[in-house]
């Protein structure tokens, strides 16, 4: 078989969905998890995602957007280090605050950067191979991840 998307693309829709399907099941259950521990693997979860939105992102900009592809390249750094700041407080049982903080204000930037690619792209006003709806897409997830940090905020 032979398609157009990167390996990473498709274990990344592949993950997206089968913690959709573990929440929908969890809700059905009516099983209410842990906030803490949720907290912790929500955050890993969703840290690494936008690590990689931003890396999908950085492949798919034409080589002549090299500021948005540098900004992009940042952002896959950021989130990386955010990932492992996560995961390395949820090993030592550490108050997830101070790395919800940061990825709080990470996600915003992203979500930034994410809403004027979006208007770029329909504007055509950026070069890429990136489609409107995906776009979309990332904006959308970037938005769901700030609703999750901001209840996250609250425990």
Same mark, same amino acid.
Request: proline share 3%.
């Given at each position: 078989m032979?398609t157009?998307?990167?390996?990473?693309?498709?274990?990344?829709?592949?993950r997206?969905?089968r913690?959709?399907?573990?929440?929908?099941?969890?809700?059905q259950a009516?099983?209410?998890?842990e906030?803490?521990k949720?907290?912790?693997?929500?955050?890993i979860?969703?840290n690494d995602?936008?690590?990689?939105?931003?890396?999908?992102d950085?492949?798919?900009?034409?080589p002549s957007?090299s500021?948005l $592809? =540098?900004?992009?390249? !940042?952002? *896959?750094i950021?989130?990386?280090?955010?990932?492992?700041e996560?995961k #390395?407080?949820?090993? %030592?049982?550490?108050? $997830? =605050?101070?790395?919800? !903080?940061d *990825?709080?204000k990470?996600?915003?930037?992203i979500?930034?950067?994410? #809403?004027?690619?979006? %208007?770029g792209?329909?504007?055509?006003?950026?070069?890429?191979?990136i489609?409107?709806?995906l776009?979309?897409?990332?904006?959308r997830?970037?938005?769901?991840?700030?609703r999750?940090l901001?209840?996250?905020?609250?425990?």
């Amino acid at each position: 078989m032979f398609t157009t998307l990167y390996p990473l693309m498709i274990d990344h829709t592949l993950r997206e969905a089968r913690v959709y399907q573990n929440t929908i099941q969890m809700l059905q259950a009516r099983q209410t998890p842990e906030a803490i521990k949720y907290a912790y693997q929500q955050e890993i979860f969703w840290n690494d995602i936008m690590g990689e939105h931003a890396k999908f992102d950085r492949g798919l900009l034409d080589p002549s957007e090299s500021d948005l $592809i =540098k900004t992009a390249n !940042d952002f *896959s750094i950021r989130f990386e280090a955010l990932t492992a700041e996560a995961k #390395a407080a949820m090993d %030592k049982s550490a108050p $997830i =605050k101070g790395v919800t !903080d940061d *990825s709080l204000k990470a996600t915003q930037d992203i979500r930034n950067f994410n #809403a004027q690619g979006t %208007k770029g792209l329909l504007e055509c006003k950026i070069k890429s191979i990136i489609m409107p709806l995906l776009a979309d897409h990332v904006l959308r997830e970037s938005n769901h991840y700030l609703r999750l940090l901001n209840m996250f905020d609250k425990i």
